[in-house]
């Protein structure tokens, strides 16, 4: 099994590599940090393919993709969790910082699907496995062009399942809430110290990556962690009421 993982130098992403290493697969790693992925990479005893790349940056093309399938066969897992997050008031945002974090949040794993798809669909197999957030079922106060990105990304990847599922191709849309990364430490540390900020239940990279195998491996179609905040899908207006009435402020 060929597995591509974005974002896959810390966090999230370089948990799911590791997770695939010790499932036995092998995985392309894509990530901006070399030193990163070299590390992560000596966990794959020879399977790994290493992509030292900036999604973010609108220049840097696609034919790494075709330089993975060289190294390790066709691609049979795609896994969109690359992303970055800016925690500001909507309009004290740098419109630079926006567009950079909705390319790399949105435009990204959506291209890099389609691709990926032309690719997959003539084979009759593959997985798509979208990181989306639980932003996108509960948008969070001060999180603007965050909310809308991954709002945007789970909405195309739920509506994707379907469309699919009879080219013999699968679709995980993951939901994470509070996991324990430098993105959610950074999030985290833009509000004003609260009991709501110390104590919001936290999960780990590790226990959310095999949630994510599982979920590949028995055709789950979502995957909501920690599993408290499933609650966010049945009860999404209780949900919003509890998010705006509990979110601390910004720090100035």
Do not use: C
Request: aromatic content about 6%; overall charge neutral.
């Amino acid at each position: 099994m060929h597995v591509v993982v974005t974002g896959a130098s810390s966090g999230i992403g370089e948990a799911i590599a590791r997770e695939y290493f010790a499932r036995g697969a092998s995985v392309t790693l894509v990530a901006r940090r070399k030193e990163h992925l070299d590390r992560i990479a000596g966990a794959g005893a020879g399977r790994a393919h290493v992509v030292t790349a900036d999604l973010a940056d609108p220049n840097v093309g696609w034919s790494w993709v075709d330089d993975a399938e060289a190294a390790l066969g066709p691609i049979d897992v795609l896994v969109n969790n690359a992303g970055i997050q800016i925690v500001k008031r909507a309009t004290e945002t740098d419109w630079e910082a926006a567009e950079r974090l909705l390319r790399l949040d949105l435009h990204v794993p959506l291209h890099l699907t389609t691709l990926l798809l032309r690719r997959m669909i003539p084979r009759g197999t593959g997985t798509i496995v979208d990181v989306a957030s639980m932003a996108a079922l509960a948008p969070t106060p001060g999180m603007y062009f965050y909310n809308a990105a991954k709002g945007g990304l789970a909405a195309a990847s739920e509506g994707l399942r379907a469309e699919v599922k009879k080219h013999g191709i699968h679709v995980v849309t993951v939901y994470p809430g509070p996991v324990t990364s430098e993105l959610e430490a950074a999030g985290r540390a833009a509000y004003e110290d609260s009991a709501t900020t110390r104590n919001v239940p936290t999960g780990t990279p590790e226990v959310l990556a095999r949630m994510i195998a599982d979920a590949v491996e028995k055709k789950r179609p979502r995957v909501v962690y920690p599993r408290m905040y499933g609650m966010a899908r049945h009860f999404p207006n209780a949900t919003r009421w509890a998010l705006d009435a509990l979110t601390p402020p910004l720090k100035d």
